[in-house]
């Protein structure tokens, strides 16, 4: 059975919990090898709504085994927090649940760095969720952080968590990395290399979900810099995060929505303003999982997509959000640049001065969430996503629509 990689393809929230979540009915193990609590992926089933932001999206099914690898930075107290609140919803995590003895813990004092560094660019601010992402990795790559084998040796790990808060902090703040060393060492206990336990379980003919975090254009190398993440979010690093070769990956599946959404500042060139904005983001909810605010919305840019692509080798697409679209009787897809590149490679900061070129598509009428098939659709809509596939070079496999894991439709070939 095949190891399968699952990247978003925009700056975030492109739908992944949902597509783990649904892809997992068939996994026995889900690892999760970027970013940390300032992730956001959401599950509906049923009438629950469940929200997981640094345990594996698969593992809300029963028996799926939960990875974190060295790529994650992870919040103990908030991860423990999580843990406890998905006990609560009927799903038991913790005797299923291991992590990377190389993944860094965000450190209390990391939020305040990150909200510091926030304040002081001003209107240059990134726009992060201020969990204390950015730090870690700094840290991280600065070579003082403080990793999961760290917490094995309880006193060493201790003195050194205190001695980044100093002399002279104020109680509250004492008490919070108090409880980070205590939550910290109960993590350490959950410490194994990922990379055998994937191994095994393809040798055994299993299958394996590698969930990314994030998107692949808040990626730091291959993403709007300096608007983006810290951690890796493209699907090379699910290898080195997991410790396996990429010689093990069978499949990458890209996520992506049938329209752009952005939270957090950066260019976003196809962005909206007006009643369709409005309509995409009232009838998406298309407010930030972790953070709450609204996001920016915009029509679908295939040149974005078929770069993000290119990046991450997708075999096949995965469009969510296409009943949001339902009612609007024209869709635009942005298909170049005015004055920029045929095939294009990230322009950087560039990319907010490029005008975009567009494709317009009639839209269709009805409410599809119901849809169970792919001939079923109305035919408007299996041209909307024909067409993102033939703009972007991937097939589109699989449609969501609906936020429930039901609520999804395979292509038929």
């Not at 068939?26 to 640094?54: E, K, P, W, Y």
């Not at 913790?94 to 926030?118: I, Q, T």
């Not at 990395?177 to 055998?196: H, K, N």
């Not at 996503?385 to 395979?410: C, F, K, M, Y």
Request: aromatic fraction near 6%; charged fraction near 20%; glycine fraction near 14%.
């Amino acid at each position: 059975m095949p190891l399968e990689v699952v990247v978003g393809l925009g700056w975030g929230d492109e739908g992944k919990g949902k597509i783990v979540d649904f892809l997992s009915r068939d996994a026995s193990v889900v690892a999760r090898f970027s970013g940390g609590a300032n992730a956001g992926h959401t599950v509906r089933i049923g009438d629950r709504r469940i929200v997981l932001h640094q345990i594996p999206t698969g593992m809300i099914r029963e028996g799926v085994t939960g990875l974190l690898g060295a790529g994650c930075v992870i919040d103990p107290t908030a991860f423990l927090e999580e843990c406890r609140s998905l006990r609560e919803n009927g799903v038991s995590v913790l005797e299923r649940l291991m992590v990377s003895h190389h993944a860094h813990f965000v450190h209390p004092c990391y939020l305040l760095e990150e909200k510091a560094d926030e304040e002081a660019r001003g209107s240059g601010a990134i726009g992060t969720t201020l969990r204390g992402i950015g730090p870690a990795y700094v840290h991280k790559y600065a070579r003082n952080g403080l990793r999961v084998e760290d917490a094995l040796d309880p006193a060493g790990f201790g003195k050194s968590a205190l001695a980044i808060l100093g002399e002279g902090a104020a109680p509250a703040l004492r008490a919070k990395v108090e409880r980070f060393v205590e939550d910290a060492i109960s993590i350490a206990g959950m410490a194994a290399d990922p990379g055998p336990v994937i191994l095994d379980a393809l040798g055994r003919g299993e299958m394996v979900l590698a969930e990314g975090a994030q998107g692949t254009l808040l990626d730091p190398d291959s993403g709007t810099y300096p608007f983006v993440t810290c951690g890796s979010c493209v699907s090379a690093a699910a290898c080195i995060s997991l410790g396996v070769g990429p010689s093990k990956v069978d499949e990458v599946v890209g996520v992506v929505k049938a329209y752009s959404t952005r939270v957090g500042s950066g260019p976003f060139p196809t962005e909206l303003d007006g009643p369709v904005a409005d309509h995409i983001r009232k009838r998406g909810n298309e407010y930030g999982t972790t953070t709450g605010r609204p996001r920016r919305c915009g029509w679908f840019d295939a040149s974005l997509s078929a770069y993000a692509s290119r990046i991450n080798g997708c075999d096949w697409l995965a469009l969510t959000m296409l009943d949001v679209l339902g009612g609007l009787e024209v869709l635009r897809i942005s298909t170049g640049y005015s004055g920029g590149p045929a095939r294009l490679a990230l322009p950087g900061g560039r990319l907010g001065l490029l005008t975009p070129v567009y494709e317009d598509l009639p839209g269709w009428t009805g409410e599809i969430s119901a849809v169970s098939s792919w001939s079923d659709l109305p035919a408007r809509a299996r041209s909307y996503a024909e067409r993102i596939g033939a703009l972007t070079g991937v097939p589109v496999r699989l449609v969501s629509t609906g936020p429930d894991r039901t609520q999804t439709v395979w292509r038929e070939a």
